[in-house]
């Protein structure tokens, strides 16, 4: 039965129209009216719980249609429907209903106030502050809180200094919305002033130091907090737990860990996937293993903190296994599980797996979340299907920088450089702000696709643009970009006079430039640049060594060979690998650890003889070394490419796909070996002799198209 109280209002508003004058003249007794009353407030009290559960079901207009057959609805119930409306994004019909009510508290007030906020309409929000006839603290927070929201920081602080009353919810309010702001040195301040702080004042400040690259700071206040005798509660030991992990804080976080063991905070999920984190941040993936099994339970932010770790961990194999345990046991995965999974399909470059993912990411309706969908378009770019990376692209309705970087990014790598182009174009139409990266992949595209015009152009935008502030890697992706059309000169020129003092980064560039197209004297003077910068880099040493050894000076060769091991200087060794069925197998040049090399070199020795019978004559100034024309060729034969290749030709069925990777060193070691000669005969000779798809890095670094004929590849 609702009390009489909360119906009062409207049973006074609809007196005269209920009760004429001459009723209450008339010799009705009080027993008679009191009667009247009642029969009103039982309505109420029926249809009151009819209209909640309406809205518990999600239908505000099934609640509608119950307080319209309501002789007398209550404030509370009206205030109901409103926030039911307000869940569901009907701002215009919540209005409608608030502007209907004959009488209104100041809880419906503040509903009202927080749903436009909530709903992105800040102007209509201060209409109704300014319109409440007597606005609480509540509403005076509220409204700080939306200005903080809305990034207004200096109207939120106006409105701070202008409240008659504040109470510590405000200034709690206050200290968030600082540190969301990035303003921290001001959240530090006024966490000072605060009068009495509790326990969300100091979770607040730990959490947003924390959030903001402080945590080191972040760790001391926590510290102070203990000190001061405020007991954490578990959002309290969250914050304090990704402090340490970001930190690196192994001793502290192990004492937080005892603490949470003792208090019996071990029972919040959150709290068990901060500790999980935490471990995996500080390499003990074997801790975060054994909190994971010693959990009370198991939800998807537990499952997905263990997957994240086995991701940053390099342990790929197990994090799909707990992916796969989620799938089984019903925990089904969030946007940050898929996130973190095709995370280590990529670390794998297993294609298979990461179709897998996308199929289950379909049928959970996730595939189109631009987070997910981000994660799908950079997984297929690195497992070599640029189109299905470009189809991914398409599906996608939100979509943001990252979504853009990442296609660009994928395009560029592929050699498809109009795509790219075509792709800026839209970021410029669609009114998206491109930043570092997406320089990047466009010079990127424009180096590995032949468009050196594109690139200068596209350069001296961004350069005349102040919202990009070009870098070391821009400053070095075009440097690439001329030097690799033989540009030496103006290469050079740019490195000079570019207004960043050049890093070796930048100097390496030009110097693989000059090995390129053989010049020796621009070559020495990048190389002594980049050894004052950096006297152990091995880079520079194998660059010139290389260029040296193409000239036949091999005493400069042997001199340099001297040096590098005088000064304890060790050259990182060229590899290519192959993944099959999910696991990634490694080969040297001239290797002969892998369990199957006798099978490997048969292939390479029976595709050496089918080479020779059709004329091939391999191009020995490739094989940098001062031996024999035939160690030269025999080291070119069994190069580090052709004996992946020819391992996954034993490995694989006909008509299957082969992608061939090298690590990211390979391009700096690239003169040590030189892959150019190798590769385009690699992409030949599979398709002709095999009938397989290759998809390897071609001559200029991009991934071709896939190869299927000798006649296609000729």
């Not at 976080?253 to 208090?263: C, D, E, N, T």
């Not at 640049?529 to 193409?550: F, G, K, M, W």
């Not at 690998?577 to 070199?601: A, C, M, R």
């Amino acid at each position: 039965m609702i009390r009489f109280r909360a119906v009062f209002p409207y049973l006074r508003c609809s007196c005269t129209r209920a009760f004429p004058s001459s009723w209450l003249c008339s010799c009705e007794t009080f027993a008679q009216l009191h009667q009247r009353f009642s029969k009103r407030a039982s309505h109420a009290a029926r249809d009151s719980p009819a209209a909640s559960a309406h809205l518990k079901n999600g239908y505000p207009d099934g609640a509608r249609e119950v307080l319209d057959m309501s002789r007398c609805p209550d404030v509370r119930s009206v205030t109901k429907m409103i926030v039911g409306r307000l869940r569901n994004g009907r701002l215009g019909d919540a209005l409608k209903l608030f502007e209907e009510m004959p009488a209104r508290d100041s809880v419906c007030w503040n509903t009202m106030i927080k749903g436009c906020l909530d709903c992105g309409d800040l102007v209509t929000a201060e209409e109704l502050f300014d319109e409440m006839p007597e606005p609480s603290v509540v509403s005076w927070t509220t409204m700080v809180d939306g200005f903080f929201r809305f990034g207004q920081v200096e109207r939120a602080e106006k409105f701070f200094k202008q409240m008659p009353i504040r109470d510590l919810t405000a200034w709690n309010a206050m200290l968030h919305g600082y540190c969301e702001n990035a303003r921290v040195d001001d959240a530090v301040r006024l966490f000072e002033q605060i009068p009495s702080r509790n326990v969300i004042s100091w979770t607040s400040m730990i959490g947003g130091l924390d959030q903001n690259g402080r945590c080191e700071e972040a760790l001391v206040v926590f510290e102070r907090m203990f000190k001061s005798g405020m007991v954490p509660n578990a959002s309290t030991l969250t914050c304090a737990l990704s402090a340490c992990a970001n930190a690196l804080s192994f001793p502290l976080g192990v004492q937080i860990h005892g603490y949470v063991f003792k208090s019996g905070f071990c029972l919040s999920g959150f709290v068990c996937a901060s500790l999980i984190t935490f471990y995996a941040n500080c390499k003990r993936i074997e801790k975060s293993t054994q909190v994971f099994n010693e959990a009370a339970y198991r939800n998807v932010v537990i499952c997905t903190a263990l997957l994240t770790g086995y991701g940053s961990n390099g342990r790929h194999e197990d994090g799909l296994m707990i992916f796969s345990d989620m799938i089984r046991k019903s925990d089904l995965p969030n946007q940050s599980s898929f996130v973190s999974v095709l995370n280590s399909c990529c670390g794998l470059e297993s294609l298979d797996r990461g179709k897998e993912v996308h199929a289950s990411a379909v049928k959970l309706k996730l595939a189109c979340d631009v987070f997910v969908g981000n994660s799908l378009i950079v997984m297929y770019n690195k497992c070599g299907v640029i189109d299905d990376a470009v189809a991914v692209f398409k599906r996608l309705r939100e979509k943001n920088i990252v979504t853009w970087n990442a296609i660009v990014c994928g395009c560029a790598h592929h050699g498809r450089g109009m795509w790219a182009m075509e792709l800026f174009s839209k970021i410029i139409r669609g009114l998206v702000q491109p930043d570092e990266i997406t320089l990047t992949g466009l010079l990127s595209s424009c180096n590995h696709s032949g468009m050196l015009q594109k690139g200068r152009c596209l350069f001296r935008y961004f350069s005349e643009n102040t919202f990009i502030e070009l870098k070391h890697e821009h400053y070095a992706c075009m440097v690439d970009v001329l030097g690799r059309y033989g540009k030496l000169e103006e290469a050079e020129d740019l490195v000079r006079n570019m207004p960043l003092k050049a890093n070796s980064i930048v100097w390496l560039a030009l110097l693989s430039s000059c090995r390129m197209h053989s010049n020796i004297d621009l070559a020495e003077r990048a190389t002594n640049y980049i050894l004052d910068l950096e006297p152990h880099c091995s880079a520079a040493y194998v660059l010139l060594s290389n260029l040296y050894a193409s000239a036949n000076r091999w005493s400069d060769v042997s001199r340099l060979r001297v040096t590098m091991r005088d000064r304890g200087i060790v050259k990182q060794l060229g590899s290519s690998w192959v993944t099959i069925k999910g696991q990634k197998h490694l080969f040297l040049s001239g290797d002969k650890s892998h369990p199957l090399s006798e099978n490997i070199y048969w292939k390479l020795d029976w595709l050496k003889m089918k080479l020779k019978e059709l004329g091939h004559v391999p191009d020995k100034r490739f094989s940098l070394h001062d031996v024999e024309d035939e160690q030269k060729e025999e080291s070119l034969f069994y190069h580090s490419e052709r004996l992946a290749v020819a391992f996954a030709l034993i490995s694989t069925v006909e008509g299957s796909t082969i992608t061939k990777r090298n690590p990211p060193n390979q391009k700096e070691a690239s003169s040590a070996l030189d892959e150019t000669s190798p590769n385009v005969l690699s992409q030949c000779c599979w398709s002709f002799s095999t009938n397989r798809q290759y998809q390897g890095p071609n001559c200029n670094g991009s991934l071709p198209l896939v190869t299927e004929a000798w006649a296609s590849a000729a």
